[in-house]
């Protein structure tokens, strides 16, 4: 019997089971599902929608992947997703006898072209987590008009700005979370972090009702110097005004800036709010749980001389056709999507209304989904949602951060602060037999080498050494590799990972398989050298030299591994 037959066969003896509860197990009691990993072609590699694209297979109705051959697929009862950064190619050949489980119960695994270092790691959990499906054509045609709405239309539109944030969170593809920005996105578009000099939000007082979310606007002028806050703006979701103050520079004024800020002589003749009144002010109000809106916000709050981390930066979130560093004004936006015009009055801008239309962005973004403004061709749906639709129960294991972004609102979700309790929850989850997909993190290993990239004196020992193995083999990773010695902490980190598998592995359920995706290696060392050559900083190393190291490192940190296995 050929494998379709028995699928057939079994589709057929399931629909009978409907009707009559006498049912033929077909495959016996030694059933036994399996994996076959096809003989890859010459140099090819799997990417990230490879491995997603093999769960909807296995779990839903996906495409067969043509890199892998299971054997007696419906035995499979559910599919646990691993995912470990940091674990590269290099790293995982090097070690292989410490992590022995990998190959023990999943065999030998296939290179995976992971994301560019230039990337942040939770693009890598985006890309595993959520899907592009192409949009039905009357859905196609209804984003097309989204923002081409009638007077009535944009009335009704506007008005359902207006909600609370708990409304807001209701019947959305995606959480507000999911569109803040992520650590790398504020380092690489300027936001200030725990500089001198600077205030941070602290956490809300117990018992509080702090705002969750609140948008930004501030005016500056020019003083001796620099820019100076003039004026500092934040309205709520329903678009009210919860702070509009102008403010005193503490330095002579060179230019007011009319033309831009709005702000004039006469305005600032009598104001005595100085910068430190202000911020005291802008405390009471903006918390570290406080999601802050606004365009370009770096600026704002550089301004202001305040820390935030939970942004959602509309010149980011309407992504420039040309990409890169390229931002589309806010006055674009405004027209294009909100078919209102801003900024045209000859004043100057108008902080209440330029921190208004980015809140109504914001919320025009949270309520389509994040491919809003973008060619109607395609969507990204939750993976989580997918399986939900086709009658999956999923559970997510992960820190909280990413269980706010990925979690649907039908999975098991589950927030865990260590290695160890996602080990634990994970083989509660694995033995729920109303569960078909599991997916959890193991990320003590990333953490380390965030940890190291962290340390100066161990980052530039490392360094040292890795300049000095170059010069010696004169080799590139791409050949043999050069292989940095391995301290013991990091010797411990990769025995508790093979402990934690083998556990996991033999919680799981007859049949269960069990799927491990190391995403990227250390990109931690390669961030921080690219900054150091970035921002030329002094050093007695050859920057010649520091360039081959960071080559070396990202050729080996974007080859990623894939381990497919089925318990046996």
């Not at 005016?219 to 001796?224: N, Q, R, Y």
Request: aromatic share 6%; net charge neutral; proline share 4%.
């Amino acid at each position: 019997m050929t494998y379709a037959e028995v699928k057939t066969c079994n589709a057929e003896s399931s629909q009978e089971n409907l009707n009559n509860k006498n049912y033929f197990d077909i495959y016996g009691p030694e059933g036994r599902a399996e994996v076959i990993l096809k003989t890859p072609e010459a140099n090819s590699t799997l990417n990230l929608q490879d491995i997603q694209a093999l769960v909807t297979w296995v779990l839903a109705d996906g495409f067969m992947p043509s890199w892998i051959f299971i054997k007696n697929k419906p035995l499979i009862p559910k599919v646990v997703l691993l995912y470990v950064p940091g674990l590269d190619a290099a790293l995982y050949m090097s070690q292989s006898k410490i992590i022995a489980s990998l190959k023990e119960f999943c065999g030998n695994p296939r290179p995976v072209l992971a994301l560019s270092c230039v990337s942040d790691g939770m693009q890598t959990v985006d890309a595993l987590l959520t899907c592009k499906v192409k949009r039905k054509r009357n859905e196609a045609h209804s984003a097309l008009k989204k923002h081409d709405l009638s007077p009535e239309e944009e009335s009704t539109s506007s008005a359902s700005n207006n909600a609370s944030l708990e409304e807001l969170n209701k019947d959305i593809p995606f959480p507000v979370s999911y569109y803040t920005l992520t650590g790398k996105q504020l380092n690489d578009n300027g936001y200030c972090h725990n500089q001198p000099g600077f205030l941070s939000t602290l956490s809300a007082p117990p018992g509080s009702s702090p705002y969750e979310m609140l948008a930004l606007d501030c005016e500056m002028c020019i003083t001796c110097n620099g820019f100076e806050l003039t004026q500092v703006t934040l309205i709520d979701v329903k678009g009210q005004v919860v702070l509009d103050k102008l403010v005193k520079p503490s330095n002579p004024i060179i230019d007011y800036n009319t033309r831009y800020s709005g702000i004039t002589f006469e305005m600032l003749n009598d104001v005595t709010t100085s910068l430190k009144d202000i911020q005291e002010e802008f405390l009471k109000l903006v918390h570290k749980e406080t999601i802050l809106v606004g365009h370009s916000l770096e600026n704002d709050l550089l301004a202001l001389r305040i820390s935030h981390d939970l942004i959602i930066d509309t010149a980011i979130l309407y992504k420039h056709p040309r990409g890169g560093s390229y931002k589309i004004a806010l006055r674009v936006l405004a027209k294009r999507f909100l078919s209102k015009e801003i900024q045209d009055s000859g004043k100057g801008h108008d902080s209440v209304e330029d921190a208004r239309t980015a809140m109504e962005l914001a919320v025009l973004k949270i309520r389509h989904g994040p491919d809003f403004g973008s060619p109607p061709q395609f969507m990204r749906k939750k993976l989580l949602s997918i399986l939900s639709e086709l009658d999956k129960t999923s559970s997510f294991i992960d820190d909280v951060s990413i269980v706010k972004r990925y979690a649907s609102g039908t999975c098991h979700a589950i927030p865990v602060m260590s290695d160890d309790e996602a080990l634990s929850k994970a083989q509660k989850e694995v033995k729920n037999g109303k569960v078909h997909f599991i997916w959890t993190q193991f990320s003590e290993l990333n953490s380390y080498f965030k940890k190291q990239a962290d340390d100066a004196e161990k980052f530039h020992a490392k360094l040292a050494e890795l300049i000095s193995l170059l010069t010696c083999h004169k080799k590139s990773l791409g050949s043999k590799g050069v292989k940095c010695s391995i301290t013991s902490e990091l010797r411990e980190i990769l025995s508790r990972m093979d402990s934690r598998i083998r556990n996991l592995y033999t919680s799981l359920p007859l049949n269960s398989m069990l799927i491990i995706c190391t995403g990227h290696g250390d990109t931690a060392t390669i961030h921080r050298l690219r900054k150091m050559l970035t921002e030329e900083s002094e050093t007695t190393i050859c920057r010649g030299k520091l360039v081959k190291v960071l080559e070396e490192l990202q050729a080996r940190a974007e080859v990623a591994l894939c381990f497919v296995g089925v318990k046996h």
